[in-house]
């Protein structure tokens, strides 16, 4: 009978610490919960929120315009922040006049109901990002703190899953969607790649 227990409590114990493992391995490289905290990513992104950010995509490749990243704060906060990726390493980034220009061109956002405000101007370098919240009148971001490095990017949004179903404060599950823009990121990172070899940046 004892040697019984003890299998039991044996077999609790191993099942206990490989469970555990897998949850290590999937947290740290895999997928890791995040929750929307305050309201700079409205009318998209609701406070109090749970989305997923997947950690694969950016090992491999590189944030596209238009990704919603969770990313380390700049200086001492401790702190995970969510916005939107909106230029990209090599560009010019100029926000005048209540909108956006990359690289001279305006960009049409088909998701922001408001004006960009402020006046600001950067030249990215190969490993920066420029991110804006989708609440740009109530959003702390790279028009205040500056562009942000590729290694502060924890990973890329892609689900939310709480709350399931859509009240005045959330629009329930939903998957974060690819946006299409007037700019292709394909023809922006080719610039890119030629502005930093001819060391124009």
Known sequence: MKTSILAVIKDIFQTALISLGIFLLVYTFLVQPHRVRGDSMLPNFYDGELMLTEKISYRFG?????????????GSLN????KRVIGLPGEVIEVNEGGILINGQR???PYEPQQTGGHVEYRLGQNQYFVLGDNRGASSDSRSFGPIDKSSIKGKTWLVYWPITKSNQSKGLRMILKVDYSIPDTLDHRRSRFDIASGDN
């Open 62 to 74: 590189i944030p596209a315009r238009g990704d919603v990243i969770v990313f380390r704060a700049t």
């Open 79 to 82: 702190v995970d922040y969510v």
């Open 107 to 109: 960009l049409n956002e």
